[in-house]
């Protein structure tokens, strides 16, 4: 957690927002095929970065929210307690361009820095059973919540892209 609460709460907001893309995006490999007949679950696959840079969409949407009435750069920079770690979060827009969103497993791979952070309190839990379970039961939840949301994203990108397909054939 370091030594700064603030610290562990930007943690916990780049967790609730990136840190569940990685099973998410497995599960949806591993069971759904593109010789699926239903041409709207085939295309969930190739959907996945987009869902991705959603949900890094609404991450930085939630940023800006936060800073809300003080929009002063002198503040913008103090509210950052992880720089490198801000910056690495907002490159997820980058999968909204095709040409990097075709590269499916780069979003997975962009997504674990994230997830880290919940494998190193599993490790912190396991390696120190002594220590308070409290902070591994806020990144459970947290970690629960975070599959929810990239859950939602990429049904919201499906069903916009549904609507494109639509669309075009009328």
């Known amino acids: 957690m370091g030594d700064n609460f603030f610290v562990y709460l930007q ?11 990685p099973l998410v995006y497995f599960f949806i490999q591993a069971f ?3 010789t699926v007949k ?3 679950i085939a295309s969930i696959p190739s959907l996945l970065s987009f869902g991705y840079a959603l949900a ?3 991450y930085l949407g939630f940023k800006i929210k936060n800073l809300y009435p003080n929009y002063a750069i002198q503040y913008m920079q103090d509210s950052v307690q992880l720089p490198f ?24 791979l962009h997504s674990l820095v994230f997830f ?3 494998l190193q309190d599993l490790t912190v839990q396991i390696v120190h059973p002594s220590q308070p379970k ?3 039961n806020n990144d459970m939840k947290i970690y629960a919540l ?3 949301l990239n859950i939602i994203t990429i049904i919201i990108v499906t069903l916009i892209n549904y609507l494109f397909q639509r669309i075009k054939k009328h």
């Open 134 to 136: 409290e902070m591994l």
């Open 85 to 108: 770690l801000f910056t690495w979060a907002l490159l997820s827009l980058l999968f909204w361009k095709p040409s990097i969103s075709k590269i499916k497993w780069l979003s997975m």
């Open 38 to 40: 239903n041409n709207i």
């Open 11 to 21: 943690q916990m907001e780049m967790m609730a927002f990136f840190s569940g893309y």
């Open 32 to 34: 759904i095929k593109p």
């Open 56 to 58: 890094g969409t609404a």
């Open 116 to 118: 880290y952070f919940l």
């Open 146 to 148: 975070s599959i929810l």
